[in-house]
T-cell receptor
Framework: GAGVSQSPSNKVTEKGKDVELRCDPI?????LYWYRQSLGQGLEFLIY????????KSGLPSDRFSAERTGGSVSTLTIQRTQQEDSAVYLC?????????????FGQGTRLTVV | AQKITQTQPGMFVQEKEAVTLDCTYD???????LFWYKQPSSGEMIFLIY??????QNATEGRYSLNFQKARKSANLVISASQLGDSAMYFC?????????????FGSGTRLSIRP
């Protein structure tokens, strides 16, 4: 596609339910990143993928959070037993290669609200 | 460990004036890249400008320039002739090489407001 696509754009869920957030990166991009942005705050790194593997999962807040990437393309971020503090915008980004001189292209984000 | 610091939570600037947004970073890796992104109220992240650690000249992109002072580990963004549409959050970010450590870390951001 033309850009990074995330779905759904908005998700309201009840506390304790599981949610899945999807990211379709730009075709051919090998690196994929997930970030979380709480209201008025900066971007908190969650996890990044190089191909299907995740060299750095250090940002995942707890074991309720997991992510996978299949076929070197689509990625899913899963949050189990959601809590109110999980409410935030979840941003996905992709870049065509790793290394220091490559910017990341962002999707529009998924706004998650846990009630 | 990587660290990006933006010390200006908010700034107000008169339209048509130049503005400098501060960013300092900390890394022990000699190879790294520095980025600036703009996030308007719509929420999208817009890439503005990139500076490589080995680049000899400061990066420029239209009205944006990056004042790169490597010894001081600073990478300030300069916006010339500010416009009302420049009102947004601005984030400084860094990526270290090599590819095995390729996450991008963001600063806390600066909210820029342009006064007419």
């Amino acid at each position: 596609g033309a850009g990074v696509s995330q779905s759904p754009s908005n998700k309201v869920t009840e506390k304790g339910k599981d949610v899945e957030l999807r990211c379709d990166p730009i075709s051919g991009h090998t690196a994929l990143y997930w970030y979380r942005q709480s209201l008025g705050q900066g971007l908190e790194f969650l996890i990044y993928f190089q191909g299907n593997s995740a060299p750095d999962k250090s940002g995942l807040p707890s074991d309720r959070f997991s992510a996978e990437r299949t076929g070197g393309s689509v990625s899913t971020l899963t949050i189990q037993r959601t809590q109110q503090e999980d409410s935030a915008v979840y941003l996905c980004a992709s870049s065509p290669r790793t290394g220091p001189n490559t910017e990341a292209f962002f999707g529009q984000g998924t706004r998650l609200t846990v009630v | 460990a990587q660290k990006i610091t933006q010390t200006q939570p908010g700034m107000f600037v008169q339209e048509k004036e130049a503005v400098t947004l501060d960013c300092t970073y900390d890394t022990s890796d000699p190879s790294y890249g520095l980025f600036w992104y703009k996030q308007p109220s719509s929420g999208e992240m817009i890439f503005l400008i990139y500076q490589g650690s080995y680049d000899q000249q400061n990066a420029t992109e239209g009205r944006y320039s990056l004042n790169f002072q490597k010894a001081r580990k600073s990478a300030n963004l300069v916006i010339s002739a500010s416009q009302l549409g420049d009102s947004a959050m601005y984030f400084c970010a860094m990526r270290e090489g090599p590819p095995s450590a390729s996450k991008i870390i963001f600063g806390s951001g600066t909210r820029l407001s342009i006064r007419p």
